[in-house]
């Protein structure tokens, strides 16, 4: 059963910065296409980050300039930075692998507060 693991999150100030990483296992990594997402409380989740097997990235116009999402195929991982973190980051964040079918992650929450 193929098994993503996010961490990483946290409680932090607006202005900073954390980085979560999504670590794969049962699958072949390198083949698929891997996304960051987010649910707020009261909202539908949204695409925040994406990244290809061929290492293309795309990210929400909320996000430009602020996050970067990387992909270590050695390690099975994904890892999402953001900085420059706004209040309005506040929500739950999910690690997805897409190749044919889709894969979620538990979630981990990133709560922007002062």
């Known amino acids: 059963q193929v098994q993503l693991v996010e961490s990483g999150g946290g409680l932090v100030q607006p202005g900073g910065s954390l980085r979560l990483s999504c670590a794969a296992s049962r699958i072949t990594f390198r083949i698929y296409a891997m996304g960051w997402y987010r649910q707020a409380p009261g909202k539908q989740r949204e695409l925040v980050a994406y990244?290809?097997?061929?290492?293309?990235?795309n990210y929400a116009d909320s996000v430009k300039g602020r996050f970067t999402i990387s992909r270590d195929n050695a390690k099975n991982t994904v890892y999402l930075q953001m900085d420059s973190l706004k209040p309005e980051d506040t929500a739950v964040y999910y690690c997805n692998a897409n190749y044919l079918t889709n894969v979620w992650g538990q979630g981990t929450q990133v709560t922007v507060s002062s």
């Open positions: 990244i290809s097997s061929g290492g293309n990235t």
